[in-house]
């Protein structure tokens, strides 16, 4: 069922890595839907965590805040492998809180509980509004604590399945121009362009490709009022979806200053900043690709005008002028631009820590509700109700 093309094609940026296995995996989440459309069901559980041969984790580079970083790849997670769904399309099952893998840089490869729910609802949310994005197929508890990523007492170790058009990133492609040769790039650029944009024409047709998917991501998010967090280049998607939803969190009093991932200290990637983080990583995109200058700039310079557009074409002929201060998530839909419920912050935080302790009833309320966020039900007016001031977001790593 499972194929490898990726590895296959590219043995250069992956390693063999086998999950280790969790003592006492238990199912709390998964997606019905999703798994139909992959014909997995919750009872895989073998496949689901892991337990199964030919997995890889794969390597990739990055710019993370600014400062590149030659060596990243999947520390805590491995690629299942590729299925293709009924609709025809490749997908990746990727699985993280794998363990320490080779790409670990001392980690212990484990994952938080609440951080693979966090991923499971924002995930369900961007898809449900029409964002592309990555989504959770199942959430596990291992049955283990492991060590604390907040504070002083030790988590609940958890594991998740992200099904993804690919794992192809900028980073990966900064890898490889930083690590290998022409030949193994250009091998890189063709899987690429014959797996996410046939259309493309070469390593410049490639970049416009994505340039303009990545308008249209960011756009959609930035009018629906997500925030990502961390938009460094190893988080920057080829395929043009969301993924990696660690300290992200939603924009409810709009500022374009607006920053809640703890470890963003200088703002870098604040909510109006998003556009121009994701052009200027699309410029490191070009880098990587070995183009000329003359030939990338006067493409890049087009980004702007194509996510205007995008954002246009989203916001129609409302007027949003005035919403500074305003409650993002309501004033949108009040205009018949936004759906009702979006993951509020501390509401979401509240879920997620209610699921830490064994009650998992409110998590599974929220991803329920963000499955039709347009429909408004009876006795859930608290999911509309803004957060207060001071949200802090962690990454969970």
Not at 138 to 157: D, F, K, N, S
Request: include cysteine.
């Amino acid at each position: 069922m499972l194929q490898q093309t990726y590895a296959e094609a590219l043995p250069e940026l992956s390693v063999p890595f086998r999950a280790e296995c969790p003592p006492c995996p238990e199912v709390v989440f998964f997606d019905e839907d999703l798994g139909r459309e992959l014909d997995i069901g919750p009872d895989d559980v073998d496949l689901l965590t892991g337990q199964i041969d030919g997995t890889f984790a794969q390597a990739y580079a990055g710019h993370q805040f600014g400062s590149p970083v030659p060596v990243l790849g999947d520390g805590r997670a491995v690629l299942l492998g590729e299925v293709v769904g009924a609709d025809g399309e490749r997908q990746d099952l990727h699985l993280k809180g794998a363990g320490r893998t080779p790409f670990a840089r001392g980690g212990d490869g484990k994952a938080p509980l609440g951080p693979m729910l966090r991923e499971a609802v924002i995930g369900r949310w961007l898809h449900a509004i029409g964002v592309p994005s990555a989504r959770i197929l199942a959430v596990l508890r291992t049955g283990e604590e492991i060590a604390p990523r907040q504070g002083m007492q030790p988590e609940v170790g958890a594991m998740a399945v992200r099904v993804a058009a690919s794992h192809l990133r900028v980073g990966t492609f900064q890898y490889a121009a930083w690590h290998h040769d022409e030949e193994v790039l250009g091998r890189l650029v063709d899987y690429a362009i014959a797996r996410h944009h046939p259309a493309a024409e070469g390593a410049l047709g490639l970049l416009e490709a994505v340039a303009r998917v990545q308008a249209k991501l960011v756009a959609g998010w930035m009018v629906a009022g997500f925030v990502h967090g961390v938009m460094n280049t190893d988080n920057m998607t080829i395929s043009g979806q969301s993924i990696d939803h660690g300290p992200c969190a939603i924009l409810e009093k709009h500022d374009a200053r607006a920053v809640f991932s703890s470890i963003d200290v200088q703002g870098r990637y604040a909510y109006g900043n998003q556009a121009g983080i994701a052009l200027w990583n699309l410029c490191r995109f070009a880098e990587a690709l070995h183009l000329e200058a003359a030939d990338a700039v006067p493409l890049l310079e087009q980004f702007e005008g194509w996510f205007e557009a995008e954002r246009a074409a989203l916001v129609g002929d409302a007027d949003l002028t005035g919403i500074d201060g305003a409650d993002h998530v309501s004033f949108l839909h009040e205009r018949g631009i936004g759906p009702v419920y979006a993951p509020r912050n501390e509401q979401l935080e509240r879920a997620l820590a209610a699921a830490t302790v064994g009650n998992l009833e409110p998590v599974h309320e929220m991803l329920e509700v963000m499955r039709a966020p347009y429909e408004r039900r009876p006795g859930l007016e608290y999911l509309e109700e803004p957060g207060g001031e001071g949200f802090v977001s962690f990454c969970g790593t």
